[in-house]
């Protein structure tokens, strides 16, 4: 009879010194795609895009017209001065298309750049986030990879990160 009651004393005394784990999970798509951070660098891209297009199609317009000016006048060139101006043509077209595509990678790049930038600033939001409020594991979740197949609304902290983030970025 002792010896139960020293097996019941010590088996409480292991299951009240358990550590809970608090977990949490979050939808990464939503997070990102919501974030007011994100959506200004979108803004500003498409803006810098639409100059870029605008530029572009002014730059392919008067190239077309000196294109037209060349075949009207070519009638009265020779044989080898049309030669000669057709080269340069092409040659002026192939490095105008060059440069329209070196600046359309340039835009694309810093884009990326800062979505990489803002992805890791979520991540050490959430981390810090966590460590604040004593979670043991937040996981991630989105439609692109299920981590988490199925978790309660309470333990969802998606809009409330996102709503932390949002008010840490207006400061």
Known sequence: MKNIVYVMVV?????SCQKTQKIGYIDNGKVINEYQSKKDIESKYQAKDAAFQKRAD??????????QEFQTSAKSMSPNAQQEKYQQLGQKQQTLKQQMQF??????QAFQTEIDTLIVEVKDFVKDYGKKNGYTYILGTSDAAATVLYGTDENDLTQTILDALNKEYKK
């Open 103 to 108: 600046e359309q990678q340039q835009i694309q």
């Open 58 to 67: 002014s730059i392919g317009q008067a190239f077309q017209l000196e294109a």
């Open 11 to 15: 088996l409480l005394t292991v299951v």
